[in-house]
């Protein structure tokens, strides 16, 4: 992960500014388990530090890209608001529906020295659990194209 971050930062900074189109942005209502199944204090997929995620089974039929973390059980969301899971919980552990947020962008990188420009779609989600904002995105990146076909 820590990798592929890195490997993003560095050819943007190679490049001129990215352009941001938006493909996609619906909201969708999906349940959120606030149970110890549910969410959890997991550095899956973060490195060395732990934050408060819940799973969203659900969210797997809604997104184009794969938003569960390496060893998790269902796609996930993150929130920086707090680390603490009972923040969260407050003592009542059910399961509510919530709105999500699915935003689908084309991101484009032109790099003037090659001729070519660096196309990713990146897709980001949110939801708001309880007043703390959640968090997901992915990328992948797409074929490279010529500078002239760069819109």
Same mark, same amino acid.
Do not use: W
């Given at each position: 992960?820590?990798?592929?971050i890195l490997s993003v930062i560095?050819?943007?900074?190679?490049?001129?500014?990215?352009?941001?189109? !938006?493909?996609?942005?619906?909201?969708?209502?999906?349940? #959120?388990?606030?149970?110890? =199944?549910?969410?959890?204090?997991?550095?899956?997929?973060?490195?060395?530090?732990?934050? &408060?995620? !819940?799973?969203?089974?659900?969210?797997?039929?809604?997104?184009?890209?794969?938003?569960?973390?390496?060893?998790?059980?269902?796609?996930?969301?993150?929130?920086?608001?707090?680390?603490?899971v009972e923040d969260v919980v407050?003592?009542?552990?059910?399961?509510? !529906?919530?709105?999500?947020?699915? #935003?689908?962008?084309?991101? &484009?990188?032109?790099?003037?020295?090659?001729?070519?420009?660096?196309?990713?779609? &990146?897709?980001? #989600?949110? =939801? =708001? &659990?309880?007043?703390?904002?959640? !968090?997901?995105?992915?990328?992948?990146?797409?074929?490279?194209?010529?500078?002239?076909?760069?819109?």
């Amino acid at each position: 992960m820590k990798k592929i971050i890195l490997s993003v930062i560095m050819l943007a900074a190679t490049m001129t500014h990215a352009n941001e189109t !938006i493909i996609s942005k619906k909201t969708v209502q999906l349940a #959120v388990d606030l149970s110890t =199944t549910g969410i959890r204090s997991s550095n899956l997929g973060y490195g060395d530090t732990y934050y &408060v995620k !819940i799973l969203v089974p659900g969210l797997a039929a809604e997104t184009l890209l794969n938003h569960r973390n390496e060893g998790e059980s269902a796609p996930c969301l993150a929130t920086y608001d707090t680390f603490k899971v009972e923040d969260v919980v407050q003592n009542q552990p059910t399961t509510e !529906i919530h709105d999500f947020e699915i #935003v689908q962008k084309k991101v &484009v990188y032109p790099d003037t020295a090659d001729n070519s420009c660096s196309v990713y779609l &990146v897709e980001n #989600v949110q =939801t =708001t &659990v309880r007043g703390f904002k959640f !968090i997901h995105e992915r990328s992948t990146e797409l074929p490279k194209r010529n500078l002239a076909d760069c819109q």
